[in-house]
Structures are given as C-alpha cells and as structure tokens.
C-alpha cells in the first residue's frame, strides 16, 4: 500500500475509535442525533465534492440522489419483506442507475447548463414525490416508520445503535471517497477540471471518467439519504426538495473546495449554526442566511483552503533562506 493510503486509513481507524468510544463518557441524546444528522449531511456534502472541487462539475441538484436514497430505502422497507441490508443495497443500485440516465443526459453539457439541468432533474423527482401521493405520501411525506430496522443483531430504533451505524458507515464512505480522489481516476478528473482538451489529447475518455464520478457521487449522496430516512423514520418531501442542495452546496463552501475534509468541516459548522440560531429567533432562516454571508465573505476559499494557505505561507519563509544557503 502506498503511505498516503496507509495514513488515511490510520486517520480513519483513529477517528472512528474516537467517536464509538464517545457513548461510554457522554450521555447527550442531542449530541448523538448531531452526529447522525452531521454523518448523512457529511457524506452527501463530500460526494458533491467530487464533482464540484475534484471534476469541475457544479451540480444544483445533487439532492435528487439523496431523497432518492431516502425515499427507495423507506419504501422497500416499508413495502417489501427485504431486510435491511439487501433494502440498502437495493437502494444503491436504483440510485445508481439513475444517476446513469441522469448523468448520460448532463454531463456533456458544459457549466452554467450542466448546473441547471441537474437541479432541472431534481426538481421533476420532487414534482413525482408530491402529485404521487399514493406512493409517496405526497406532501405529508412517507409516514407510519421505517420497521425491522435491525443490523447485525441491533436494533436501529435505538438510538446509540443508530448513532454507531451511523458513525461506521460515516467514516467508511469517507474513506471510499478518499481513496477515489487520490486514485488515478482522480488525477484524470482533476486534469478534465484543469484542461479538459489537453486531458483528452493525453487519451482520457472525458465523458467516461465524468460519468463513473456521476455515478460514484450519486451512490454516496444516496447513502447519506439512507442514513437520513433512519433517523426520522421515514422520508419527506424536504429531503428532495432544491434548498437540500443548497446546504450541501453552502457546507463545501465553508469548509473549503480543495481540501477533501473540507466538505465535512462545512457540514459540522452548518449544522451548528443552525442549531444554535435556531434556539434563539423564529427568523433563523434569514439568521442563518447572513451569518453563512458573513463568514463566506471572510473566508472566502472555506475555513480549511484559508488554514492550508496559511500554513504554507509560514513554511515558505522558513525553507527558503536554507534552500539558498544549500546551493553551491
């Protein structure tokens, strides 16, 4: 293995220790339903990621595969007898072919359409979920829980059974898409970002490297979704719905477009200030609103690009002077 994987998957094992021991000293059901909701949001932020930071593709409505994955896990479980791993899997499935037809129709359309076509397509999805009603349960959502929640033996109706889940499946997407943006597909999706002619002169097939990104970014946003149709025990409208692409969006834009934690730096801190403006006015809506404007405007490249350039510029003067005194 090379060092950059081995030391990504140290981090992986440390921070998932970290977090499976936390039960054992905290005892905060709030805490624990943060960390859920900040695991699906993390996975669907870092997946959008992938297309915007990784390939240059700028998806409005990539929440089209997250309330896809919500509302396909909800209904097979619901519906059918499957359990819930071959539920899960199902759902993958489904959301990838999706993201195959979805994909095949927009990623040869360049920028500002490419963007508009795919919140196009997520708009049409929320439109079925709301007239389908039947199947969807329309605006009211799929309710009636989501039964035989059990994994391995646990029951996910528990909450700290759900919070580990949560946490494994978390860390381990993160860890998949790692390993995507360090290997050699993604070094070809950052020379199609850079250059895309001069990456198809070097004999990279475009299209195919942007659809294979589609699609593994379409299947994680469709986890995130699985994670977040646990936690509230059933799907909504408002997991499908255009401004869920908005928070994915507004998370890669605080934590920072270059760096791969970035996306899950943004979703921590978005997630808090909604919690916290929300405890203190009914406007937190338009609170929140202009805080993420303040702190956009101040760190304009996300908090963790701003930290990374700073930290260069303090290694730069340093390494210098003993580079000129190195040369003969």
Not at 9 to 31: I, R, T
Not at 306 to 318: D, M, N
């Amino acid at each position: 293995m090379r060092s950059g994987a081995i030391r990504d998957l140290l981090a992986a094992a440390c921070g998932l220790l970290v977090l499976l021991a936390v039960p054992f000293f905290v005892h905060s059901p709030a805490f624990f339903d943060f960390v859920i909701r900040a695991s699906a949001m993390a996975l669907f932020a870092t997946s959008l990621n992938l297309l915007v930071g990784g390939t240059g593709l700028v998806s409005f409505g990539h929440g089209l595969f997250y309330g896809l994955g919500a509302y396909a896990f909800a209904l097979l479980m619901q519906r059918t007898g499957l359990p819930l791993p071959l539920a899960v899997f199902a759902t993958l499935v489904l959301s990838a072919s999706a993201a195959l037809v979805v994909g095949g129709i927009c990623i040869r359309l360049r920028a500002i359409y490419f963007a508009f076509v795919t919140l196009a397509m997520q708009m049409l999805f929320y439109s079925v979920i709301i007239a389908w009603s039947g199947l969807t349960g329309g605006d009211q959502g799929l309710q009636g829980g989501i039964p035989r929640r059990a994994l391995l033996g646990f029951d996910l109706g528990v909450q700290t059974n759900l919070y580990v889940a949560s946490v494994v499946v978390g860390i381990l997407g993160l860890l998949v898409m790692r390993h995507v943006s360090t290997a050699p597909l993604g070094t070809s999706l950052r020379m199609i970002r850079d250059n895309e002619p001069r990456a198809a002169f070097l004999g990279i097939v475009v299209w195919r490297a942007k659809l294979t990104v589609f699609v593994i970014a379409a299947v994680f946003a469709a986890m995130g979704g699985v994670l977040s149709a646990l936690f509230v025990s059933g799907a909504y409208p408002e997991q499908a719905n255009w401004p869920i692409s908005g928070q994915a969006i507004f998370a890669v834009m605080l934590g920072g477009i270059s760096s791969f934690l970035g996306p899950v730096v943004g979703t921590l801190i978005l997630l808090a200030l909604n919690d916290v403006v929300s405890r203190f006015t009914e406007y937190h809506g338009l609170a929140l609103g202009a805080v993420i404007l303040i702190v956009t405007l101040v760190f304009r490249r996300g908090v963790l690009d701003v930290v990374g350039a700073q930290l260069a510029r303090r290694r730069a003067p340093a390494s210098g002077p003993q580079n000129v005194a190195a040369r003969p």
